[in-house]
């Protein structure tokens, strides 16, 4: 069994900075890639940040130059820095986990709310 859990979500004002963490664990050996993917209210799930084992990221277009996503190297965690919060940055926030084998693992998502 696999568990994915994330921490680090809250609520900020706009122009502050948040930090989100993510952990992966249990019956797997190394995850590929590891990423960032939020959820606003009556939103689809989108892509916010990935990070490969080889260190290649990829970034969407919004948050650009504000997020950044780093990896620990040779583990199952991730971080997302995310700077200069703007109130639609407002969702829940996933990490996700994907195998060598594609298989992807998901975490119970963490809210982070941007607003005065």
């Known amino acids: 069994q696999v568990q994915v859990v994330e921490s680090g979500g809250g609520s900020v004002q706009p122009g502050g900075s948040l930090r989100l963490s993510c952990a992966a664990s249990g019956s797997i050996f190394r995850l590929n890639a590891m990423g960032w993917y939020r959820q606003a209210p009556g939103e689809q799930r989108e892509l916010v940040a990935t990070?490969?084992?080889?260190?290649?990221?990829h970034y969407a277009e919004s948050v650009k130059g504000r997020f950044a996503i780093s990896r620990v190297n040779g583990k199952n965690t991730v971080y997302l820095q995310m700077n200069s919060l703007k109130a639609e940055d407002t969702a829940v926030y996933y990490c996700q986990g994907v195998s060598y084998g594609s298989r992807e693992y998901w975490g119970q998502g963490t809210q982070v709310t941007v607003s005065l």
């Open positions: 990070v490969t084992r080889d260190g290649n990221t």
